[in-house]
């Protein structure tokens, strides 16, 4: 009996490590070769790096229709994703695009993770202390918008002083949020809401928790039009410039080459057709 | 009815992609977990006064420190010296924390098989490793099953968190049908089902091993 019962468990423990080892290859289907982590000094080399593994490793976050979303075949679609193959292309080497929270994908570039990151990302000062960033490729506006039913009218951005107001954890329209109306005292603490994605903050609007909700503009209207929610103000004040590719800091090579390749895609209008393909303003 | 069916079916169909990722993660730090908790429990229970207290710091610090925490440091700060896959960093970070509360759930089935065993199965020649492998073990691993079954459940949905470091288990999935359909309910409530289906497969199966090897009296 009792020799049985250990079998029984090591037949247990047996196959839960082969389904393990079976499992592990099927999550990353694109794992790259076993490679040394780049500590984050030696970054100088990049470019070559790149090159070298034929490869460039893109973290993005895939939920922010239209600039990166996942089709139902599980491919990355949108506007940035269609950039930054474009991007690869010039540079000749495969785009490997992979997803992770917002939150994460700093830390990754800093940790040598992924080689670039593309999630509609604005080169924000708190940003620029931790890795360096390409010149835009876009120019960015923010909405607020609000519930179908809403009868607030706003004019300026400081029209939402003292509303319940949302907008995704660490993003740049947070940030104004703290700056500009909780740090001045407009606008309670308490009434401000942090989502770890913005279409949780919609769906807070619809349910009537929140008032406001503060969001890039072009991911607002698409928002707005599939849930009936009502933009109020469409504004450039609150964005802090345009959007740009996220690179290991000190990566001067790779920033120089980047740059040069993102104005050509300016320059010769393949942004623009993107813009239209994707319906972006 | 007949769109709704169909969103249904492409929504699940992507979802469920997550579901071997899901058990993967689940499994690796179950038998992780499984490995450290009964090695740590014997340790605390019949190892040297100063393994016992190395043990308990293991256990207490796992436990105080949120999982999410131990799969950062093992994705960001461990793997700049060791190669980790994200997968992997997740499992693994899974498995430790898991080992805490397994090496509890242990300690307190092997203390509960009366201390008179050890001392008879020592008196008839049995050497400490015999008696614990062949006397003990067997029956605290019985009275372990119930607990380790809820452990389990846990474990199963903390497997969620491994998508911090990019990993695209179940829950990730409906995140991103929600982002591009904004229609969530449909997304979270696909979700809802594998977890609840997962849940239910694993609980049916501890209870099986349970009755299976009851000890007849």
Redesign the interface.
């Known amino acids: ?2 020799k049985q ?2 079998i ?2 090591a037949l247990i ?1 047996a196959v ?2 082969i ?2 080892c ?3 290859p ?3 289907p694109t ?1 790259p070769p ?4 780049q ?1 984050a000094a030696q970054t100088a080399g990049k470019l070559a790096q790149i090159r070298a593994a034929g490869k460039l490793i893109v ?1 993005t976050s ?4 239209p600039y990166e ?4 075949s ?1 491919n990355f679609v949108g506007f940035d994703m269609d950039l930054i193959r474009a991007v690869g292309e010039q540079l000749g080497v495969e785009v490997e695009i ?4 917002f939150d ?1 994908l700093i ?2 570039l800093q ?1 040598g ?1 992924i080689d670039a990151v593309i999630a509609a990302m604005q080169a924000t000062a708190e940003r620029e202390e931790k890795v360096d960033f390409t010149i835009p490729y876009r120019m960015t506006k923010d909405a607020f918008i609000g519930a179908s039913d809403t009868t607030i009218v706003m004019t300026k951005p400081e029209d939402a002083a003292g509303l319940a107001i949302g907008a995704q954890t660490g993003t740049v329209q947070e940030g104004w949020i703290q700056k500009n109306l909780v740090a001045t005292g407009l606008t309670p603490a308490d009434k401000v809401f942090s989502y770890e ?1 913005a ?2 903050a919609a ?1 807070d609007l619809a349910s009537g928790r929140l008032q406001l909700v503060l969001m890039d503009a072009e991911p607002a209207l698409e ?1 707005a039009r ?2 009936g929610l009502k933009v109020l103000l469409v504004t450039e004040t609150t964005a802090e410039g345009g959007k740009s590719v996220a690179i290991p800091e000190g990566a001067a090579d790779l920033k120089a080459e980047l740059d040069r390749i993102i104005q050509g895609l300016i320059d010769d209008g393949t942004v623009k057709a993107l813009e239209e393909k994707h319906g972006l303003p | 009815m007949m769109g709704l069916f169909q969103d249904l079916l ?1 929504t699940f ?2 979802i469920v ?1 997550g579901l ?2 899901t ?3 689940t ?2 730090a ?2 992780v977990g ?2 450290i908790g009964v090695v740590m429990a014997i340790a605390r229970v019949y190892g040297h006064p100063a393994l016992q207290t190395a043990v308990s710091a293991y256990s207490v610090v796992i436990r105080a420190v949120p999982v999410i925490v131990i799969i ?1 440091i093992l ?2 700060v461990i ?2 010296y060791v ?1 980790l ?4 960093a997740g ?1 693994l970070a899974l498995g430790f924390a898991s080992g805490a509360y397994q090496t509890e759930i242990f300690r307190g089935a092997i203390q509960a098989v009366q201390s008179g065993q050890m001392i008879a199965a020592r008196a008839i020649g049995m050497s400490r490793l015999q008696a614990i492998q ?1 006397i003990v073990l ?1 029956q605290a ?2 009275l372990a099953l119930p607990a380790w079954g809820n452990e389990a459940t846990l474990v199963l949905k903390d497997s969620t968190l491994v ?6 288990e179940i829950l ?1 999935r409906a ?2 049908v ?3 359909t ?1 229609e ?1 309910f449909l997304a979270f409530g696909v979700a809802l089902l594998l977890y609840l289906a997962l849940t239910l497969i694993t609980t049916q199966a501890l209870q099986w ?1 349970e009755r299976r ?1 009851r000890l007849q009296v």
């Open positions: 009996m009792k019962m250990l029984i468990l423990v839960l490590a389904s393990a079976g499992g592990a099927a999550a990353q794992q076993a490679q040394p982590t500590p973290g895939a939920d922010y229709p979303s996942i089709d139902a599980g992979r997803d992770m929270p994460s830390a990754s940790e993770k994605r279409d949780q769906l928002l599939q849930n | 492409t169909n992507f992609q071997w990722v058990i993967s993660v499994a690796v179950l038998t499984f490995t950062f994705f960001f793997s700049r190669n896959s994200p997968f992997w499992a062949s067997p691993l019985r998508f911090a470091v990019g990993v695209p990730r995140q991103q929600s982002a591009r904004f969530p091993i090897y």
